[in-house]
């Protein structure tokens, strides 16, 4: 690719925000473009009312524009084959295939693939009926966990504290339907003990690239209770994962998938994110997802000194052998400032206040998420508002700017953790 590149992110969140932020410091980009994106995106890329999963429209702005770059956020286009999608119009995109996405996209897949590999992950058995599954979860026990196969907006996995709220989440997949088509299929596997960490590497289909580790927060409450969220804030690096874990996760989890990946007849070409958790025995894999984090994104992206459209370039031109990534000494966390009522129902429309207070201190970031702009003020317009990421010398640093800039932001029923770090913290 020449030089002064346009452009166009896929997405509309947090982790879209992060995206554009971090490309337009490229010196070798001259326009971002964002689809859909958000109130907080517009400040610096032209945002376009495309869906994110309207391959159809996004292929023909695609072409109109003369992009050449696409960026995937989300997973959903990623699954729905956009990237073929492109690659048949001859246009540059950055994210995995169809088939490569199945490891996010198919909790089957990407199980059998880990056995095929010798990849180390919980054990587990793969019901479509619901007799066999009601036997099995019986005789196991619990805490068990369940999850639908497909993509559930983060909500398809069930951990279950004894046998009957087991079973109850079997029936709601298989029998009544609960998840639709992503629920025909379920995988019941052993509940792991450990702490949970997440490790995201660049993948150019034969190398790959990895990050430093991040911890994200995925549930509602403070000491990580209630429901499961989208993400409720995320730091990085994560003490729970030291130099010499990073490099056995390398070796034993990221380099096996992409080689088994590639062995399967679908080389895996952009981001491997792996959820891990950090067992007696060393660390397992929970899942995979194709995509960047959000909100460990935000985060990640604080931290990078590295130029990103260039190790895009790289992952594509598959020359990531030789690539480095730059990272400051510090460390960062985001802290998610979501809508009262979130993850069930929330009201859209509120007015927020303290966004220029807060962008002005000194190493805090704030990205917008759902937020959009009503008479010139900015309003939320989802579940998660904004991630206000602080960037400090130490853990404990980085914690206070990141609550120091939540502090001066204020909207109707705005809710968040207090507790965001605080494993990081207590080792």
């Known amino acids: ?28 980009v001259k326009q971002i473009y964002a689809a859909p994106g ?26 109109e524009n003369r992009i050449d770059l696409t960026v995937v956020g989300p997973e959903a286009p990623l699954t729905l084959g956009i990237v073929d999608r492109f690659h048949q119009k ?8 169809a088939k490569a996405s199945q490891i996010e996209g198919s909790k089957v897949f990407a199980k059998n693939l880990m056995v095929y590999a010798g990849i180390p992950t919980a054990e587990f058995e793969i019901f479509e ?7 099995y979860i019986k005789e196991k026990g619990a805490p068990i966990v369940i999850k639908a196969d497909g993509l559930a907006a983060g909500k398809g996995a069930i951990v279950a504290k004894n046998v009957n709220e087991a079973l109850r989440a079997a029936q709601d997949m298989l029998v009544k339907g609960l998840f639709g088509v992503a629920g025909k299929r379920i995988v019941v596997e052993e509940y792991l003990q450990g702490e949970e960490a997440s490790v995201l590497a660049f993948s150019d289909g034969k190398s790959v ?32 994962v030291d130099k010499n874990m990073l490099t056995d996760i390398e070796e034993r989890i990221l380099k096996l998938t992409v080689r088994e990946m590639d062995g399967q007849g679908c080389p895996y070409v952009g981001v491997l994110y792996a959820g891990l958790i950090i067992t007696e025995e060393g660390p397992k894999v929970l899942e995979f997802n194709c995509r960047f984090g959000d909100p460990e994104t935000q985060p990640l992206f604080a931290l990078m000194e590295t130029d990103l459209f260039e190790i895009m370039e790289k992952t594509l031109a598959q020359d990531l052998k030789a690539t480095r990534i730059e990272w400051t000494n510090q460390h960062a966390v985001c802290v998610v400032l979501a809508s009262g009522g979130y ?19 000194k190493n805090v970031v704030v990205f917008h998420a ?5 008479d010139r003020k900015y309003v939320t317009s989802g579940g998660r508002v904004l991630g206000v990421t602080g960037l400090g010398d130490s853990l404990e640093g980085a914690v206070e700017r990141a609550y120091e800039g939540v502090d001066r932001i204020s909207f109707e029923a705005m809710y968040y953790r207090r507790d965001i770090a605080a494993k990081g913290l207590a080792r």
């Open 38 to 63: 958000n109130a907080g995106i517009a400040q610096i890329a032209t945002c376009v009312d495309i869906s994110a999963e309207d391959i159809d429209q996004l292929i023909q702005f695609a072409l």
């Open 209 to 240: 690239l990895t990050m430093i580790s991040t911890q994200d927060h995925k549930q509602i409450y403070d000491g990580d209770k209630g429901p499961n969220t989208g993400g409720m804030g995320a730091y990085a690096p994560a003490p729970v």
């Open 343 to 361: 993850p069930s129902r929330y009201q859209k429309g509120k007015t927020i206040g303290g966004l220029n207070e807060a962008s002005a201190l």
């Open 1 to 28: 690719m020449g030089s002064r590149l346009k452009i166009l992110v896929i997405g509309g969140g947090g982790r879209e925000h992060a995206l554009v932020w971090k490309l337009a410091k490229s010196a070798r």
């Open 370 to 374: 759902g937020t959009a702009l009503s």
């Open 90 to 97: 001859g246009l540059q995109i950055f994210g995995p295939s």
């Open 129 to 135: 009926t619901i007799d066999p599954a009601i036997s």
